[in-house]
């Protein structure tokens, strides 16, 4: 249908149009798979942003190369492009069908559609979806087995991550208070000379996943370093599965716990990546100054243990350890500086 | 993610038709009628009027409308929300599947044009298409602002050369124009179920050139399929009714599933 001198530029212009859309879902992949670890779905991985000025320019090496190895699998698998058509469509109207499911309840939150004028909405779409979905599963074994397969590992994956992380929670011994520990730091000082907790000089901060327990980092450094620095901040980084971006005005809450003891409740939204330099800008602002060359930074790390205990099953509990083994750890992730950084290890059982 | 993958399948749905049988015109008219209104209802009605407003602080996607529906931390979290957000990681989980298949699909659709010029390439063809795309998982790190400046242009020169080729088409038979009737494609669904299952499947099987054999029918059939796309190398978004892509890439770069 088009003059054959036209082949050549044709073909360049359709690969450069496929490359293009290829890139629209790499950078989908991306952007889908932060929100996914922002919002404690998908084990923590590297994420750069790779552009000053675009907030969404990110980066995942890691899932970068997993996508690399899937893509050219498939090519070598299938072969051509015929054959890679029939795995092609039963993943996307899967998921167009689990929006409309989702939808119908979002409608109503949002817009306080009634439940009849959400329902009919989601079932015009919905039917037409189940046709079109109805119709992909004609090839289920011919190819459409990939996506399915694939869906059905990552799902398996999300929703171990998602629920380990719940039990890890509940398995973690309960911590000391906070006022129950300075209360207890503050008769220390009253101690006589020999008897009395060394402050050493400089800034200690603990990263503390709990914005109210005492971080087991700091309970150790004591009992075995007897250790305690002048100026100790707590800080725990939350990232609001709610929204997508916190104010910078919003990014810190600054409390002073006398003894020289603060605590930094810091806030990211789920399409922000949590950085340190933001928090001790936000800090700053609020009269806390922190000198992050001038700081050691208290890492707790949780190394699980597989037991009876109840939680998940067995085989679920092995995939989360082992997820987490592999999962980023939290220096790296909120970009602490990486000779600042003293891990201190704690057992856990799930 | 989800409407950019629409427009990726075009609409090579007859050559499927074709081969479960398309005999008179108000049947291939019929078949055009339901995929652009099928299309059009889900792409532009569903996801671009209704569920794109339903966005998070202008962050689109299952897991941000996932967020709204059920909001973590919320007192009221029942059993239905944990179901519901099983559905939501189902459908953000089912995403990779097809996000590491369209990358695979459209290189090598794209490189396996070149058999229409040199038929001794075919050999070559799977080393080149995985060379592309470790060209393009390699500049990933690099940042894709370059792509996305490209985007723009080659979009609207491949949306403007197919209306062209399109409406060239069309004047040779403007009967192909009753398809833009939604009472073609409901006749052609009450009339031929079995074959209309089949061909909202082909929907989404997106399909390419090389098939000048079989399209050397005349005719309105060799309109409709030259308007629909077949024949020529595969692209996203072929249809230029499509709204799709242009819509979807501002948002592009904070695109999400």
């Known amino acids: ?350 | 993610m989800v409407y950019g993958d629409i427009g990726t399948s075009v609409l090579y749905a007859f050559k499927e038709c074709l081969e479960h049988g398309l005999h008179t015109d108000r049947e291939i008219i019929g078949v055009l009628s339901l995929i652009i209104w099928s299309l059009f209802t889900l792409v532009s009605v569903k996801y671009l009027a209704i569920v794109m407003r339903a966005d998070n602080q202008g962050e689109g996607g299952i897991l941000a409308l996932l967020s709204l529906a059920f909001p973590q931390d919320a007192k009221t979290r029942g059993l239905a929300a944990g179901g519901m957000i099983a559905v939501g990681i189902a459908g953000a989980s089912l995403l990779y599947g097809d996000g590491v298949i369209t990358p695979a699909i459209s290189v090598l659709s794209a490189v396996e044009g070149l058999k229409l010029a040199t038929a001794g390439i075919k050999p070559f063809i799977v080393p080149l298409t995985l060379g592309i795309l470790a060209g393009l998982f390699a500049v990933q790190s690099k940042g894709t602002g370059a792509i996305g400046k490209w985007f723009g242009g080659v979009m609207l020169l491949w949306f403007s050369l197919l209306a062209v080729l399109g409406v060239m088409h069309i004047a040779d038979h403007p009967s192909v124009l009753w398809a833009l009737s939604p009472y073609e494609g409901l006749h052609y669904l009450t009339h031929h179920g079995k074959a209309a299952l089949i061909v909202m499947g082909s929907v989404f099987f997106p399909r390419r050139h090389g098939r000048r054999g079989a399209l050397r029918g005349h005719g309105p059939f060799r309109t409709a399929a030259h308007l629909a796309g077949v024949d020529f190398p595969r692209l996203p978004g072929a249809d230029p009714k499509l709204p799709r892509a242009g819509r979807a890439r501002p948002r592009q770069p904070r695109g999400t599933g």
């Open chain 1, 1 to 350: 249908m088009a003059p054959s001198w036209a082949l050549y530029p044709l073909i360049a212009l359709a690969t450069a149009a496929t490359i293009i859309a290829s890139q629209a879902l790499i950078s989908g992949a991306f952007s889908l798979t932060m929100q996914g670890i922002q919002m404690g779905y998908v084990p923590r991985m590297e994420i750069r942003h790779t552009s000053q000025d675009e907030h969404g320019q990110i980066y995942i090496p890691k899932l970068n190369f997993i996508l690399f190895i899937g893509c050219s699998a498939l090519v070598i698998g299938f072969g051509s492009a015929s054959a890679l058509a029939s795995a092609y469509g039963i993943a996307v109207t899967l998921t167009m069908l689990a929006t409309t499911a989702i939808f119908f309840f979002a409608a109503q939150r949002l817009w306080q559609w009634s439940p009849l004028r959400a329902g009919l909405t989601c079932a015009l779409f919905g039917s037409i979806e189940a046709v079109f979905f109805a119709a992909n599963s004609l090839k289920i074994f011919s190819g459409g087995w990939f996506p399915l397969v694939a869906g059905a590992f990552i799902f398996l994956v999300m929703m171990t991550w998602k629920d380990g992380r719940t039990v890890l929670r509940q398995s973690l011994p309960p911590g000391l208070p906070l006022d129950d520990f300075i209360a207890s730091i503050s008769m220390a000082g009253t101690l006589d000379e020999h008897h009395k907790l060394h402050r050493s000089q400089g800034t200690a901060v603990f990263l503390a996943g709990n914005p109210n327990g005492t971080p087991n980092a700091l309970i150790k450094n004591i009992k075995h370093n007897q250790i305690l620095h002048r100026q100790n901040i707590l800080l725990t980084i939350i990232t609001d599965p709610n929204r997508a971006y916190v104010p910078a005005a919003e990014r810190a809450e600054v409390s002073d716990r006398t003894e020289g003891f603060f605590r930094i409740v810091a806030s990211f939204g789920f399409m922000e990546t949590p950085h340190i330099d933001e928090v001790i800008r936000a800090a700053g602002e609020q009269g806390l100054a922190i000198h992050r060359d001038k700081t050691t930074f208290f890492v707790g790390k949780e190394r699980l243990v597989v037991t009876d205990k109840p939680g998940m099953a067995k085989w679920r509990e092995h995939l989360f350890t082992l997820l987490s083994k592999h999962s980023e750890n939290a220096a790296d992730f909120f970009h602490l500086p990486p000779d600042r950084v003293y891990e201190v290890s704690q057992v856990v059982e799930i």
